[in-house]
């Protein structure tokens, strides 16, 4: 498992090196600023963003015969796939190490950037909430269809992580009574859904990948 | 146990394509290196794909080490050492990031031994494989597949693409690693001549059927190649003809025994075949 993680680390450390840089100036625009949405829009740049490139580069390893190679490896079939759903997770914490010191740096510079602190876990719940479903749709997509679509499929996970978001949230809206009860209630949902559906997608990818031959 | 490697009638349909495995039975003894010959599309990389279960075999059965390889025996791949055709690894790693991963992936993965190959085959080892040549992305997969000490290397076309010096030297490694009695080699590859050089036994495959195994030995001292006119091909016995295909002014007809045949038919010349020769004879000639 050690050689799959470090095999997936390398896999993205390129991207990631530009996209960090891309995020460390844009970070300390948004935390020089005082702007709400441009906060907002950073903390998801970097939920999302992190692990959008973990799995955009999932397609790299069939460029050449490593993603054939590998299942040569000393390692099970589930190994690699637990992998990818831990490198997944990993370059989520990335992301929320990056959105979480700049909307401390902006709260330390200017005071709470939102009305209420709860904002703050909402926005945070819906970045990571989008980043697990963008992941638990595309893995089986991406085995199932294979590496040459890898694109469109990244397209289709992260619109329908977004769709499915904005479902949670008006579906529990209309439910409950405006108030904190009903943020609360949505954050629940939003994380225990998202996580649920990370989770139950790993048995799936890894019996559509138990029959992928190479 | 007197192989390392065994294939009992494997079979392995693709529905959409008319190709398929069909009964495929070989064996490689320890301390050997057997050749695995055959046409592109023949089905030698589907052979090694289902050998590691890259390619899930639909019937038979594929002893490594005495024992059936499933997904969780990851000790077995633990001895096996495998080289493809081309780009092994991804082009936007350095020869030891690739170190670093098999470490973590290989128990016996030996770093100083993977360094030593670096050096011998002159691979700078911080320069990103996108910039290696042909040659050195071959170089550099042999390494990897040797540095965790493997009992058995698989070599998918290994050698293709290297030029003669370098494939000589590709071949005294090969005859190195099998110096030790329970190393054994399958060495698929086009370039017939190096077969010759360094296989003991070598098996031919034509469109997903294995046509004929045969020990070196015996094809540089048995198996000839009758150079015959239409009367004395007609002359022949069935039982003594292999393959064999008409020429413009001859027949040449595979034999397994050239001596015994010269003996027998008279008038005929025979010549010593090679693996090229055969090979053409099997898959382009006819049989009886």
Redesign the interface.
């Known amino acids: 498992?050690?050689?799959?993680?470090?095999?997936n680390f390398?896999?993205v450390l390129?991207n990631a090196k530009v996209f960090s840089i891309f995020m460390i100036i844009l970070g300390i625009f948004v935390a020089a600023v005082i702007s709400q949405s441009l906060l907002i829009g950073y903390v998801m740049t970097g939920m999302v963003g992190f692990s959008l490139n973990a799995a955009a580069v999932a397609k790299?390893?069939y460029?050449?015969?490593?993603g054939?190679?590998k299942?040569?490896?000393?390692?099970?079939?589930?190994d690699i796939i637990k992998s990818m759903y831990l490198n997944h997770s990993f370059w989520l914490l990335i992301g929320a190490a990056f959105s979480g010191t700049v909307t401390g740096i902006s709260w330390f510079l200017h005071g709470c950037p939102f009305d209420i602190p709860m904002d703050i876990l909402t926005m945070f719940v819906l970045g990571i909430s989008i980043s697990l479903f963008m992941g638990a749709i595309f893995f089986p997509l991406f085995y199932l269809g294979g590496a040459e679509r890898n694109e469109v499929f990244l397209i289709i996970s992260l619109l329908c992580a977004i769709g499915i978001d904005l479902v949670i949230v008006t579906v529990v809206n209309d439910l409950t009574e405006p108030g904190i009860t009903s943020i609360l209630t949505g954050l629940v949902v939003l994380s225990a859904s998202s996580l649920l559906a990370f989770v139950l997608s790993y048995p799936l990818t890894l019996s559509i990948f138990?029959?992928k031959?190479? | 146990m007197e192989n390392i490697l065994e294939l009992h009638h494997v079979s392995k349909t693709f529905p959409k394509s008319d190709f398929k495995l069909d009964d495929v039975t070989f064996s490689l003894p320890y301390g050997t290196i057997s050749g695995f010959v055959g046409e592109n599309g023949a089905g030698k990389t589907t052979t090694i794909?289902c050998i590691?279960?890259?390619?899930?075999k639909d019937r038979g059965t594929i002893k490594l080490f005495g024992r059936e390889m499933g997904?969780?025996d990851?000790?077995m791949?633990?001895d096996?050492g495998?080289v493809?055709d081309?780009?092994?690894?991804?082009?936007?790693?350095t020869a030891l990031?690739l170190s670093?991963?098999?470490?973590?992936?290989?128990?016996r993965w030996d770093r100083s031994l993977f360094q030593k190959y670096l050096d011998d085959f002159c691979l700078p080892g911080r320069q990103k494989i996108k910039h290696y040549s042909k040659g050195m992305t071959m170089k550099l997969a042999l390494a990897a597949a040797l540095s965790h000490h493997p009992k058995l290397l698989i070599l998918d076309e290994a050698t293709s693409g290297l030029d003669p010096v370098m494939r000589d030297d590709m071949l005294d490694l090969f005859l190195g690693f099998v110096q030790e009695e329970d190393h054994s080699i399958l060495l698929s590859s086009h370039i017939t001549s190096d077969l010759e050089k360094v296989a003991d036994h070598i098996t031919f495959i034509h469109n997903g059927r294995i046509i004929m195994t045969v020990s070196k030995n015996d094809l540089v001292y048995r198996y000839a190649v009758l150079r015959c006119k239409e009367s004395q091909f007609r002359a022949l016995a069935p039982s003594d003809i292999l393959a064999y295909r008409k020429r413009d002014f001859q027949i040449d007809v595979l034999v397994p025994d050239g001596k015994e045949a010269v003996r027998k038919y008279k008038d005929v010349i025979a010549d010593h075949v090679s693996v090229d020769e055969i090979m053409l004879l099997l898959v382009k000639g006819e049989r009886i």
Not at chain 1, 71 to 78: D, I, M, Q
Not at chain 2, 86 to 93: A, E, K, T, V
Not at chain 2, 100 to 106: D, H, I, P, S, T
């Open positions: 498992m050690k050689g799959l993680m470090k095999n390398y896999a390129a790299n390893e460029v050449s015969k490593w054939k190679y299942l040569t490896l000393p390692v099970r079939r589930a138990k029959r031959e190479y | 794909g590691m279960n890259t390619i899930i997904d969780e990851t000790d791949r633990e096996i495998i493809y081309g780009d092994n690894f991804p082009s936007y790693w990031q670093q991963v098999m470490e973590g992936l290989y128990t």
